[in-house]
């Protein structure tokens, strides 16, 4: 089981990034994957959630309406989509895979997710 994520980098404020998150070694389908975020000196953020049963998306509260993820199973990729981007939003993005079956209470919480990726930093800043 392989998560690598890309994408990051350096944006003014109000800009936006698509990350993306390839997987190997494991089919989309059977699993949720998401989206977690680490700011320096802080928690491990759970930020958006694709839950292949029923395909349902989820969202922290702090970042509804900017954060969009999606997935494309041919591409074994999951992406984040971050438009508006804000100072706040800097950190470190981690992609992590874990089971579809989960409750929906651990669903963006870091105990739900067993394998991880390595991170892709975001920066913004003017």
């Known amino acids: 089981v392989q998560l690598q994520a890309c994408g990051g980098g350096l944006v003014q404020p109000g800009g936006s990034l698509r990350l993306s998150c390839v997987v190997s070694?494991?089919?989309?389908?059977?699993?949720?994957i998401g989206w977690f975020r680490q700011a320096s000196g802080k928690e491990r953020e759970g930020v958006s959630c694709?839950?292949?049963?029923?395909?349902?998306?989820y969202y922290a509260d702090s970042v509804k309406g900017r954060f969009t993820i999606s997935r494309d199973s041919f591409k074994n990729t999951v992406y984040l989509q971050i438009d508006g981007l804000k100072p706040e939003d800097t950190a470190v993005y981690y992609c992590?895979?874990?089971?579809?079956?989960?409750?929906?209470?651990?669903?963006?919480?870091?105990?739900?997710?067993?394998?991880w990726g390595q991170g892709t930093l975001v920066t913004v800043s003017s």
């Open positions: 992590a895979a874990g089971s579809k079956t989960q409750i929906l209470s651990t669903l963006l919480t870091a105990r739900g997710y067993g394998d």
């Open positions: 694709f839950n292949s049963r029923g395909g349902i998306t």
């Open positions: 070694g494991f089919t989309l389908d059977d699993s949720a």
